[in-house]
């Protein structure tokens, strides 16, 4: 399931898009660990445990924000928080 909306974040306009799923969930333990370069509990070659630490770096990047959510046996939930209005700079 894909889904995006509008929302507030520190008091700006942001997009934020969800990808969700339904399967087996990420552990507690492991979800601190998912945007770790080369970090992947599948197996040598099955993948190389950078897409979502590449994702994380391009997000942030562009000065958003990937978070995970997960109930282990439920859901997993991917989202990304992309700010629509640059905050304000002061000149002088």
Do not use: W
């Not at 974040?9 to 507690?28: F, L, N, P």
């Not at 509990?41 to 770096?57: A, D, R, W």
């Amino acid at each position: 399931e894909i889904r995006a909306k509008e929302h507030q974040k520190q008091g700006r306009r942001c997009i934020r898009t969800t990808v969700a799923d339904q399967g087996i969930g990420i552990s507690e333990e492991l979800q601190p660990r998912v945007f770790d370069p080369f970090y992947t509990t599948k197996s040598q070659k099955q993948g190389t445990g950078l897409g979502l630490s590449v994702s994380h770096g391009l997000v942030h990047d562009h000065g958003g924000e990937l978070l995970v959510e997960s109930l282990p046996g439920e859901l997993t939930q991917f989202h990304m928080d992309l700010c629509i209005e640059v905050p304000h700079r002061s000149t002088g």
